[in-house]
């Protein structure tokens, strides 16, 4: 095995390597580093990223920036209702016996086997169609027939879908929302960088001559040194502060669970580790904890004019800016 691939990566190394990719993915996703810097978070916490915006904003340019950056198997999936289980997982088909013998099967792997998956316009799909990613994203394994079959390591699926759009939809379930660490929104780009988008293009242009930054083994390289980021007791219960307090907010039908906790520390952890700290510090969990809480939340209904989705993400703000932070 090449050593260069199996050493153990240092905080200031793996930060280099991680701002080459963003620096990368960043000729093609104009005017959006804060986006990116967090797609490459999400990446590094061994998590699920949801992209939720609407059309011709740059969220499937986005997932194939990322997928380019690193040299490891892309696969897209374009979810419509009429989408199988199967057609994701793959399915048993029989082999050819001659005589009278019993029939044989093999395991024909769908595209989920990939490194990065691309589920385009998840919220197309029927929801049985949609459990089938539930497994997936949560235990890196697929069941087909009684069988487990194991993913490929890394896999990371980024999901997209249009929140405007309901006619032929089908809303994700809090369960499956719970396994994306992370749901962002992309927004319009500003007047500067769409005149740049106009002018060159560059999802035609230049996504396809992307150079890949990391192999498969060097990025689960980087992942372990994420794991490895420490995280003081103090920050723990900070971090659990804010996960109690969205337990028992007022405008709160649902807080968010112990995966939600773990799922912020993991993605702090990250963010430390692009900085280049073997250590996590408060603004690590801060700028994290919206897009990390937001979606795992459920309000209060009441009828009122503002999107869930955008009063889940106030709410979760308000609560940290209202925690105290530790000394």
């Known amino acids: 095995m090449d050593s260069s691939k199996s050493r153990t990566w240092t ?5 280099d390597a991680a701002t080459g990719m963003i620096d990368e993915i960043e000729r093609v996703v104009h005017g959006k580093s804060e986006i990116v810097r967090k797609s490459v978070v999400c990446l590094l916490a061994r998590g699920h990223l949801l992209l939720e915006d609407v059309p011709g904003v ?4 986005l997932a194939q920036a990322l997928a380019r950056s690193v040299d490891a198997d ?3 999936i374009q979810f419509t209702s009429d989408l199988l289980p199967g057609d994701l997982t793959g399915i048993s088909v029989p082999e050819r016996v001659d005589g009278h013998g019993a029939p044989r099967f093999h395991f024909q792997p769908g595209p989920l086997f990939g490194n990065f998956v691309l589920a385009d316009e998840v919220n197309r799909a029927s929801p049985k169609t949609q459990s089938a990613l539930l497994e997936a994203m949560s235990e890196n394994t697929v069941s087909v027939d009684g069988v487990s079959h194991p993913l490929p390591d890394p896999f990371f699926v980024v999901a997209t879908q249009n ?6 939809t089908h809303p994700l379930p809090e369960s499956q929302l719970d396994r994306f660490l992370m749901r962002l929104s992309i927004d319009y780009p500003d007047r500067e ?29 980087m992942q372990s040194a994420a794991q490895d980021v420490k995280v003081e007791e103090s920050l723990l219960a900070y971090l659990l502060n804010i996960v109690e307090a969205t337990r028992l907010h007022e405008g709160l039908a649902l807080g968010a669970s112990t995966r939600g906790a773990l799922c912020l520390r993991r993605a702090a952890q990250a963010s430390a580790l ?6 996590c510090i408060p603004e690590d969990l801060r700028d994290l904890a919206v897009d990390v809480l937001a979606h795992r939340v459920a309000v209060h209904a009441r009828g009122g004019l503002q999107p869930e989705a955008e009063e889940s993400r106030w709410i979760v703000r308000e609560i940290v800016d209202r925690v105290a932070v530790p000394l």
């Open 11 to 15: 905080a200031r190394e793996a930060a």
């Open 274 to 279: 692009i900085d280049g700290r073997d250590y």
């Open 74 to 76: 892309f696969r897209r």
């Open 193 to 221: 960088h769409e005149i740049r988008v106009l002018a060159e293009d560059p999802s035609v242009h230049t996504l396809p001559r992307l150079e890949s930054h990391l192999g498969p083994e060097e990025l689960r390289g």
């Open 58 to 61: 740059g969220k499937t340019t």
């Open 163 to 168: 929140p405007l759009e309901h006619y032929g």
